[in-house]
């Protein structure tokens, strides 16, 4: 059976249908193990969550996980202390990975790709590992301070996760508009602010969201380097999970948390939208 040629005048349908297959596969196919993995590892979990938060211990629809929650003494207090650790570790990883991405960026090193590798390569290692490593380092440094000790393994812990989307987002800007504004008198810092600045955007959104999230639910590292002092939101989720009789209410704070890291994603989805769509009339 001979394959149909498509010709420039060929019929925008034909297009279409020859654009959305790859040697006959439909590209949707190649998306099916992601769904599977999204709904084993995902949806499933997800509903478990919802069924448990849900439901009283005799498994009858029940919203006392959540009066619970709202009930608790100074409960308020640690999720703010959460995300106050969680800002301030984000703030933190931008001011340290910016810089850095400018750097790699525009360096005219021939070899760029071994020094990123050296800063993504603490990835590779096991969180736990590393942070019992940091433990140590801080404490050769008489580090003794609990919160700075949780502050700064976040910092380390979370650090590539800005580095990395910044770095991408950089690399493949257009050059040309920077050279451009500083043939029209623009300063460097000019540059940076007006031009670099605003079409890094989108990076710098996609690494507050990969940085903050994952601090904000975080529990092994305030486990590790602090004390009764550091006791995050994560902490008590955790320690609702560790009670056999505790996953309902575990699950109700796990779902709250959910909510309100889903409205700083839609916050930062906006913000990114509205830069497209000022990008795109400018």
């Given at each position: 059976?001979?394959?149909?040629?498509?010709?420039?005048?060929?019929p925008k349908s034909l297009k279409t249908n020859k654009a959305k297959r790859i040697r006959g596969?439909?590209?949707?196919?190649?998306?099916?193990?992601?769904?599977?993995l999204s709904i084993i590892f995902v949806i499933?979990?997800?509903?478990?969550?919802?069924?448990?938060a849900f439901t009283d211990l005799d498994g009858n629809f029940s919203l006392a996980n959540f009066a619970h929650f709202f009930s608790r003494p100074n409960i308020m207090a640690v999720m703010g202390k959460s995300f106050l650790v969680a800002l301030i570790t984000t703030v933190v990883?931008?001011?340290l990975a910016y810089p850095l991405a400018l750097a790699l960026t525009f360096t005219s090193l021939n070899r760029k790709f071994i020094l990123v590798m050296l800063f993504i390569l603490p990835m590779w290692i096991n969180s736990l590992l590393r942070?019992?490593?940091?433990?140590?380092?801080?404490?050769?440094?008489?580090?003794?301070?609990?919160w700075t000790a949780v502050t700064v393994g976040m910092v380390y812990d979370f650090f590539p996760f800005m580095l990395m989307p910044l770095y991408t987002v950089l690399s493949g800007m257009d050059r040309s508009l920077v050279e451009a504004s500083q043939d029209l008198?623009?300063?460097?810092?000019?540059?940076?602010?007006?031009?670099?600045?605003?079409?890094?955007?989108?990076?710098?959104?996609?690494?507050?969201?990969?940085?903050f999230m994952p601090t904000v639910s975080t529990f092994a590292i305030s486990d590790i380097l602090g004390d009764t002092s550091t006791y995050l939101f994560g902490n008590v989720i955790d320690q609702w999970f560790r009670n056999s009789g505790?996953?309902?209410?575990?699950?109700?704070y796990s779902f709250i948390l959910l909510i309100l890291i889903a409205a700083t994603v839609l916050i930062a989805?906006?913000?990114?939208?509205?830069?497209?769509?000022?990008?795109?009339?400018l």
């Open positions: 059976m001979t394959e149909k040629l498509v010709t420039p005048d060929a596969i439909k590209r949707s196919t190649f998306s099916m193990p992601y769904l599977a499933v979990p997800l509903f478990i969550m919802l069924y448990y990883c931008f001011l942070t019992y490593a940091m433990k140590i380092v801080l404490h050769i440094l008489d580090v003794t301070n609990a008198g623009a300063s460097p810092v000019k540059s940076l602010f007006k031009v670099v600045l605003p079409l890094s955007l989108p990076g710098i959104v996609s690494g507050v969201l990969m940085v505790g996953w309902h209410i575990g699950s109700a989805n906006k913000i990114t939208k509205g830069h497209t769509e000022v990008g795109g009339v």
